[in-house]
């Protein structure tokens, strides 16, 4: 239960344990549940968004639902994003790039990129189709989580002086293998199995943006992370789109 309340604690502004105590190994196996903190972020978005249908349009609730989001992770999350689009952006080698990252501006090229993305996530939520929205709406945050667990696996941390994500870099094969686990079940109780489809397409993604990192930054750190968070969510939101548009086509 612990453990639960590390990663609760981590990814979101709720502080249910005030003197929670735990070393760094701790931390670092935590990450097997971050999926589950996604779903209950995706519950607390599920409910706002049965609730504020009945009184706004639908637009304005798709915008209010990505806005509670932002505020439920505390921010930290986008500004992971922005800051590593402002490095991969201006920096010329590895160590540019993550001098970039660690100043706590965010630059012109980070802001604009950080407007895309909830453009994107805004219009692929406003499209879901009616029928797989609310599942769309719990998911989508379970991705988001669970996008961190298999890099955190994938690579090291990038920083020799260490930082915030240093706990989580190089998490063993069990924590992937579990978070993975979680995240698929439920996702699965979603979505049937098209979420063999999704997990499948997702990974295959993380793991090529794996890649693109150990390249660029030599490893991954806390703001890439966030970076993988956020934009996990978004694609997952647009491969659920275009699987539920060529499952309607092919009806």
Same mark, same amino acid.
């Given at each position: 239960?612990?453990?639960?309340?590390?990663? !609760?604690?981590?990814l979101?502004?709720?502080?249910?344990?005030?003197?929670?105590?735990?070393?760094?190994? @701790?931390f670092?196996? &935590?990450?097997?549940l971050?999926?589950?903190?996604?779903?209950?972020?995706?519950?607390?978005?599920?409910?706002?968004? +049965?609730?504020?249908?009945?009184?706004?349009? +639908?637009?304005? $609730?798709?915008?209010?639902?990505? !806005?509670?989001?932002?505020?439920?992770?505390?921010?930290?999350?986008?500004?992971?994003?922005?800051?590593?689009?402002?490095?991969?952006?201006?920096?010329?080698?590895?160590? +540019?790039?993550?001098?970039?990252?660690?100043?706590?501006?965010?630059?012109?090229?980070g802001?604009?990129?950080?407007?895309?993305?909830?453009?994107?996530?805004?219009?692929?939520?406003?499209?879901?189709?009616? *029928?797989?929205?609310? &599942?769309?709406?719990?998911?989508?945050?379970?991705?988001?989580?669970?996008?961190?667990?298999?890099?955190?696996?994938?690579?090291?941390?990038?920083?020799? *002086?260490?930082?915030?994500?240093?706990a989580?870099?190089?998490?063993?094969?069990a $924590?992937?293998?579990k978070?993975?686990?979680?995240?698929? $079940?439920?996702?699965?109780?979603?979505?049937?199995?098209?979420?063999?489809?999704?997990?499948?397409? !997702?990974?295959?993604?993380?793991?090529?943006?794996?890649?693109f #990192?150990?390249?660029k930054?030599?490893g991954?750190?806390?703001? $890439? #992370?966030? #970076?993988?968070? @956020?934009?996990?969510?978004?694609?997952?939101?647009?491969?659920?789109?275009?699987?539920?548009?060529m499952?309607?086509?092919e009806?």
């Amino acid at each position: 239960m612990n453990r639960f309340f590390i990663a !609760l604690q981590f990814l979101t502004i709720f502080r249910v344990r005030k003197n929670l105590s735990f070393d760094e190994a @701790e931390f670092g196996r &935590s990450m097997y549940l971050f999926p589950v903190i996604g779903a209950l972020q995706g519950l607390i978005l599920l409910f706002a968004w +049965d609730f504020l249908t009945t009184l706004l349009p +639908d637009g304005l $609730v798709t915008g209010m639902l990505i !806005l509670i989001l932002v505020i439920i992770n505390g921010g930290l999350h986008i500004d992971g994003f922005a800051d590593t689009v402002d490095g991969l952006a201006g920096g010329k080698t590895p160590a +540019d790039r993550l001098r970039i990252m660690k100043d706590s501006s965010t630059g012109a090229i980070g802001a604009a990129y950080v407007a895309l993305l909830f453009l994107i996530k805004f219009l692929a939520l406003n499209e879901m189709p009616y *029928e797989v929205k609310a &599942s769309a709406i719990v998911a989508f945050p379970i991705a988001g989580r669970w996008a961190m667990v298999p890099l955190a696996h994938l690579l090291p941390y990038a920083r020799p *002086e260490g930082g915030l994500g240093a706990a989580f870099a190089g998490c063993g094969r069990a $924590v992937m293998i579990k978070a993975t686990v979680l995240a698929a $079940v439920m996702v699965a109780l979603l979505f049937g199995v098209m979420a063999l489809a999704l997990m499948a397409l !997702l990974g295959g993604i993380i793991y090529l943006s794996a890649r693109f #990192f150990r390249k660029k930054l030599g490893g991954v750190t806390g703001d $890439v #992370f966030g #970076f993988h968070s @956020e934009a996990a969510e978004v694609v997952f939101l647009i491969l659920i789109l275009a699987m539920t548009n060529m499952l309607t086509l092919e009806e």
